[in-house]
């Protein structure tokens, strides 16, 4: 008789009934997807905010739509299938040619992703705090490797625990620079044409699918590994849609609240701290915790995610290739500024996304009619 994953067995001491279990994955999921570019402000600011209403409720609207089939999709399917690899997760969408370009692809970008959130974390050191982003930057990777180290069975419920604080505040921060100066908004709006902005896409249709294509490549394997561990399919699909709604309407908020404040947050590396900063010094450095907490629960799991595709979880070999690349991923993530990592990693991979969300699109409507006929 097969014993129980370690996360499985986690899962079901820690989480005594479905809804708590429900909150935990919605928020594994929250905390996987804010990292660097959302806490900071940066990536909201590209994929949302520099395109004025449309970007920000089109855009928003958009996201919240394909976010939720997507993690909805891979969480069910994972509890499905149950695969023997998470990157399986590809070749069952794509079949084997495709879905093996689509697998190496992913760790690829997944790996890229990582050095974006030490870039991160070497900005706020340097923004806020005035020290040297190699401080943070290795700072990050080092906690981010010890953390990995000890596999999965202790990633998912830190991280889900700490990602809806973090989107909490997110979100209050955002209302905070939305009532401090609501005329802001639509002033904002009318100044976008005449500020030079960094955008993710030439408008804000396609920055949206860009968006959704980066964090399917992110969310791809991690979810399919964690619905593994949900009890049923419900159990499945309720975690998927609590976190996709929770992290798009956090977008929506977060991106109003830059848009009220646009000509002081544009040309930021840290644009949040700058929202921050207008409450008060103090607030400024609780957030600057915050982001580096939101990097910290992207980080982890994109690491492991990488080290995962190739030994299994926790053991010797798992545990040395994680200290490789995290050493690897610092030197690369301290070379280029953290706003040109966000838009070139993210926007490029973004649109390979794309093509996997149509052919997910395709599997799910050939797997309904197929179930219409018999």
């Keep these: 008789m097969p014993q129980p994953s370690p996360t499985q067995a986690h899962l079901a001491t820690v989480e005594k009934t479905s809804v708590f279990r429900v909150l935990t994955y919605a928020g594994a999921i929250v905390a996987f997807l804010i990292g660097s570019g959302f806490a900071t402000g940066q990536e909201i600011l590209q994929y949302f905010t520099s395109y004025g209403y449309w970007g920000i409720f089109g855009t928003g609207i958009l996201v919240l739509v394909l976010m939720t089939y997507v993690a909805i999709e891979f969480f069910t399917v994972g509890q499905a299938k149950k695969f023997e690899r998470p990157s399986l997760i590809f070749h069952y969408y794509c079949g084997k040619h495709l879905g093996t370009f689509f697998d190496f692809f992913s760790i690829l970008f997944v790996f890229l992703s990582f050095t974006v959130m030490v870039a991160g974390a070497g900005a706020v050191f340097e923004e806020h705090y005035g020290l040297s982003k190699y401080i943070g930057g290795i ?18 419920d830190v991280i889900g625990k700490i990602g809806p604080l973090i989107v ?9 620079g939305i009532v401090q100066n609501p005329g ?21 249709f396609m920055s949206g699918l860009s968006y959704v294509g980066f964090c399917m490549l992110w969310l791809a394997a991690f979810l399919t590994a964690l619905g593994k561990t949900a009890r049923s399919r ?19 908020i977060v991106g109003l609240g830059l848009l009220a404040n646009i000509t002081r947050v544009g040309g930021t590396e840290i644009p949040m701290l700058v929202l921050a900063s207008d ?3 103090l607030l400024a450095s609780g957030i600057s915790v915050m982001i580096l907490a939101g990097i910290y629960t992207t980080a982890v799991p994109l690491l492991w995610t990488v080290s995962s595709r190739f030994f299994a979880d926790k053991t010797l070999r798992f545990k040395y290739l994680t200290i490789a690349l995290a050493a690897v991923g610092t030197v690369i993530g301290l070379i280029l500024p953290f706003s040109q990592m966000v838009n070139i990693v993210y926007v490029i991979n973004g649109y ?7 052919l997910m699109l395709v599997k799910t409507g050939t797997r309904l009619i197929s179930r219409r006929s018999i």
């Design 352 to 358: 390979v996304g794309i093509l996997l969300l149509v």
């Design 139 to 156: 700072g990050l990777a080092l906690a981010v490797g010890i953390s990995v180290w000890f596999g999965l069975k202790s990633l998912v």
């Design 234 to 252: 419900r159990e499945a699909a309720a975690g998927g849609l609590v976190g996709a709604v929770a992290f798009s309407v956090a977008c929506i």
């Design 279 to 281: 409450v008060g010094p």
């Design 168 to 176: 909490v505040i997110a979100i209050a921060l955002g209302i905070v």
């Design 184 to 204: 802001g908004i639509a002033e904002g709006n009318a100044l976008l044409p005449g500020l030079e902005l960094t955008q993710a896409s030439t408008n804000w």
